[in-house]
């Protein structure tokens, strides 16, 4: 049978009879359709409100401004290039060789030689006092020529011009002795070629290039000057070896080509800046989904919505789909302006190419950051890995692949192992760093500077076509074998698929601060796939029979035997048991530690429908780790509950259909307001559009909320906000609530609102609630248990407790001082035991032992009769033993020690 039902997120069908997977499909469709829905209204709803105006700047960030920035950034740093590479120097200027610069040390003014020459013989001598006069005429000192016998180790000790030297080994010798310390060294070799007479005469200059060139001087002008130099000293000597004829003069100048501007530019900077630019856009997006979804896991909203019976995949889903469509907008914005701006990468490459690519790799990015989230607890830590890889990732880029040479090297069969590539390949930034590489080369405008021919571009057939050699860099063993575009297009699809399913696999298993961890073989299990439940507690668990305490309450104990009969019975009488549970929060998994703390320690209850639990207890008595394991929210250690059938422990997912639960703390998201979050909860939990509406009027009215419904629950107060998650736990008309102290900080008309709620909608259903209030447990608590260091101390009615933990009775007078005696005497005719407490002024105050219970109707009647001794008590009052006294009563002997307000067990 088919059923339809309409919301304001669509139209549901229901396949009611065996339909199952219909159910579970429009269950799922539903969940995702609200939850996209809050995130939208977090990310762009634009109201009056200050702080959702706040949130669409963020977004408006990650999709224009952070693209769009870049994109500028980079449009004026190749402005700036194109400038420069389109200078016109039509008449460059041309350089006179200068005179031999003057040595002057590693530090300025520091001894040292300016040149070293050998052999020494007189032609060398000669030829070095020509080149002296030479270099003085050209403005510079005259440097002396010695022939002095230097140390091979001796640093030198003045500044020295040209000194011979015995040979080039010692020149060899002596300068990496002395490194820095010599400018020039010449070694001639004289030949005579006796056939045709004539003269050769080489030479061999050591020049050190360190001393004098900063990187500007291209022409290395000082060593040019040396050749100068030493040409016309050998010329002159030859021309005229006594020295007499006029001296021989080279002078040479140095020119450059005119420069003519290139008609193409290439847009070198877009191409080597690219991958680091918009790899910080994409980063934009992937810092917040860290910040967003580890918030969200930090102040327990995804726990609630889960509770709420929010299925995790679907709160995936919903994230992924929150971001994707981000990407999308910004991998638009990247595409468009990058043409806009004119740069070839995406004017000579087809659109759709380019927008798949930044796509792929946001979408991939995306999946990789939500992979993240699982492993961080706090928001803070998640913000500072995002900056970290920011800067690890902005360093990558900009290093690899900035030029082909180091960005294809991955791929050359010289590097060993090949497995880092593939480990690389996991990452998607290098997979985006590698395609803009080639899209860079091959949109690049001009293939070769000479031959002008033009690269093909980027096309949808280019990309799957290896890379023509010419574009790749060698590495001595060939060109690299390097991938296709297209098959780069692949690894950032895997990397999609890969870090989706990861985030899906360890979200279930990896251990965190809410709910519970699955075995890592979970999806092994049928009943994951919910074919069929788990091994349920075994009832004749000898645990459960016998608990070892001896100092077991008497009625803590027949809850215990209950619960044991009813786990062997089927009876369907007790839809809430808690059986024998025990749990130990440890600090290490299978180490003792003195941390280890029991929490809950055997507890056995039983609860009817229609009845209100109370958990009375100390600071720490183990309340709301019972509270937290019947929600889900921790797993027991050991035992079981069992709510209407369904084991705590293994069928949450069924018990979250038929369960509400208020937590201790309010989980409630700051920029929703309190109708939202009822129709966010009620949609998750599958509630008709009529019934939210329903609860919005009558609930929010019956504790006083009607008038801030539209109001931001971060503006409202913590009495407040307490009520509002109190109403949340009620949603769905859940059969069992959980209300972990509901009340705390509320005023008393509040309270009591709250109160009369609460006994209204007791009918029926089960609820069971902690509280620090004996008042509130006394007014509402259709059963009380006293817990006290993870046992349970006491369990009953109100009556029950008191009367078998309370001191009985107490009985006050107001007598005529003079009458004190003969009242007291009166009293002692009817309660032998009983213990005058006061009867200053004629104020008798009595307290009566349990066992004088049943002798009160007689001492009433006595006190209403017309008898003198009656008459003679003009006021009085019988009270029993309040529940807080009661209580201290139980948590006195349960600390035996005494109890200061720390725990000492
Ligand atoms: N996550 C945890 N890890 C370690 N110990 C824990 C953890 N949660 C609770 N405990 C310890 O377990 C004990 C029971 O804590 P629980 O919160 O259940 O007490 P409670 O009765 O609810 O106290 P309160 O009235 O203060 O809320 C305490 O000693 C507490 O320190």
Not at 846 to 866: G, K
């Amino acid at each position: 049978m088919l059923e339809y039902y309409m919301n304001s997120f669509g139209i549901f069908i229901v396949y009611k009879y065996n339909g199952k997977l219909i159910d579970y499909i429009s269950t799922y469709k539903r969940q995702l359709i609200v939850v996209l829905k809050k995130n939208f209204k977090l990310q762009v709803n634009q109201t009056e409100c200050s702080i959702q105006i706040r949130y669409w700047r963020t977004t408006l960030t990650q999709i224009l401004f952070a693209p769009l920035g870049y994109l500028i950034l980079l449009f004026i740093l190749q402005r700036a290039g194109h400038i420069r590479d389109s200078r016109s120097i039509p008449n460059p200027y041309s350089y006179p060789l200068d005179a031999i610069p003057t040595c002057q040390g590693y530090k300025e003014n520091e001894p040292c030689i300016n040149l070293m020459f050998t052999p020494k013989n007189a032609q060398t001598l000669a030829i070095m006092n020509k080149l002296s006069d030479n270099n003085a005429a050209r403005g510079k000192e005259r440097f002396t020529v010695e022939d002095n016998d230097l140390n091979v180790l001796d640093k030198p000790t003045k500044k020295i011009g040209a000194v011979a030297v015995p040979d080039s080994d010692f020149i060899y010798t002596y300068t990496f002795n002395n490194p820095n310390t010599t400018m020039f060294g010449i070694s001639f070799d004289f030949t005579q070629n006796s056939l045709v007479t004539t003269n050769t005469i080489s030479y061999q200059v050591w020049y050190n290039y360190s001393l004098h060139n900063n990187g500007s001087d291209v022409y290395s002008r000082p060593l040019l000057s040396l050749f100068r130099g030493l040409d016309e000293a050998i010329l002159s000597y030859y021309n005229d070896p006594s020295g007499n004829a006029n001296p021989v003069k080279l002078d040479v100048t140095i020119k450059d080509w005119p420069l003519v501007p290139p008609r193409l530019l290439f847009d070198d900077l877009v191409n080597s800046y690219g991958p680091a630019f918009f790899f910080a856009a994409a980063m934009m997006i992937f810092n917040n989904i860290l910040n967003t979804v580890v918030t969200e896991k930090e102040l327990g909203l995804r726990y609630a919505m889960e509770t709420m019976g929010l299925k995790s995949s679907v709160y995936w889903l919903s994230t992924f789909i929150s971001y994707f469509y981000l990407v999308i907008i910004a991998s638009l914005v990247i595409c468009v302006f990058g043409i806009l701006f004119r740069f070839s990468y995406f004017t000579n490459a087809a659109f759709s190419v380019i927008f798949v690519q930044f796509s792929l790799f946001g979408t991939a990015m995306v999946c990789l950051a939500m992979f993240i989230t699982v492993f961080c607890r706090r928001a803070k830590i998640a913000v500072l890995f995002g900056v970290f890889l920011f800067i690890i990732g902005l360093i990558f880029q900009n290093f690899v692949f900035s030029n082909s040479f180091v960005g294809y090297v991955w791929w050359d069969v010289s590097v060993d192992p090949a497995a880092w590539k593939t480990l690389c390949t996991l990452i998607p930034f290098f997979n985006f760093g590698k395609i803009f590489l080639d899209v860079g080369l091959l949109t690049a405008g001009r293939k070769d500077a000479l031959t002008e021919t033009f690269i093909p571009g980027v096309t949808w057939d280019t990309i799957y076509q290896k890379m023509d050699s010419t574009y790749l860099p060698d590495y001595g063993s060939g060109a690299p074998d390097v991938p296709t575009i297209a098959v780069s297009f692949q690894f950032l699809i895997l990397n999609i698929f890969i870090y989706g399913i990861l985030t899906w696999y360890f979200d279930h298993v990896y251990p965190d601060e809410y709910g519970q961890r699955q075995p890592f073989y979970f999806f092994l299990l049928p009943s994951h796939w919910g074919y069929k439940s788990e091994k349920k507690i075994q009832k004749d668990d000898p645990k459960l029979k016998d608990p070892k305490f001896s100092d077991e309450d008497e009625d803590v104990r027949n809850e215990r035997d209950l619960v044991y009969k009813e786990e062997n019975s089927n009876s369907e009488k007790f839809p809430l048991r808690i059986v024998n549970l025990i749990k130990e929060y440890k600090k290490y998994p299978f180490l003792k530690s003195k941390t280890d703390k029991i929490a809950v320690n055997k507890t056995c209850l039983a609860l009817e429908q229609g009845k209100l639990l109370a958990f009375l207890g100390q600071n720490g008595a183990g309340k709301s780790t019972t509270m937290n394991i019947l929600s889900g929210l921790t797993p027991p250690t050991d035992g079981d509950a069992f709510i209407y059938g369904k084991s705590c422990k293994h069928e949450m997912e069924n018990i979250r259909k038929i369960l509400g639960v208020c937590p201790q703390h309010d989980i409630l998201f700051n920029d929703l307001t309190a109708k939202e979050h009822i129709q966010l909860y009620g949609a998750i939990k599958g509630v008709s559009d009529e019934e939210i509406k329903k609860i919005i009027e009558e609930r929010l009215e019956a504790v006083k909320l009607t008038k801030v419904a539209d109001r931001f629950s971060s503006t409202y107060s913590g009495g407040m906000k307490r009520r509002l998650s109190m109403i949340i736990s009620t949603i769905g008309d859940p059969k069992v609530i959980l209300m972990d102290e509901p009340t705390t900080g509320m005023d008393p008309v509040n309270r009591r609102h709250v109160w009369s709620f609460i006994e209204k909608f007791k009918e029926n259903r089960i609820i069971v609630l902690t509280t620090h209030s004996m008042e509130e447990a006394d007014v509402l608590g259709d059963r009380i248990a006293i817990m006290a260091h993870g046992r349970l101390r006491a369990i009953g009615n109100s009556m029950r407790l008191k009367s078998r933990f309370g001191d009985g009775y107490r009985i006050s007078m107001n007598v005529h001082p003079s009458d004190t005696e003969k009242t007291k005497e009166q009293v002692a005719k009817y309660f032998q035991k009983a213990r005058l407490e006061d009867d200053t002024a004629g104020s008798i105050l009595y307290q009566l032992s349990p066992e004088a219970t049943t002798v009160i109707p007689d001492f009433v009647q006595f006190l209403e009769s017309d008898l003198p001794e009656a008459k003679l008590v003009k006021a009085w009052g019988i009270s029993q033993t309040t529940l807080e006294e009661v209580f201290l009563s139980i948590i006195r002997k349960a600390n035996p020690q005494g109890y200061n307000g720390y725990e000492v067990k």
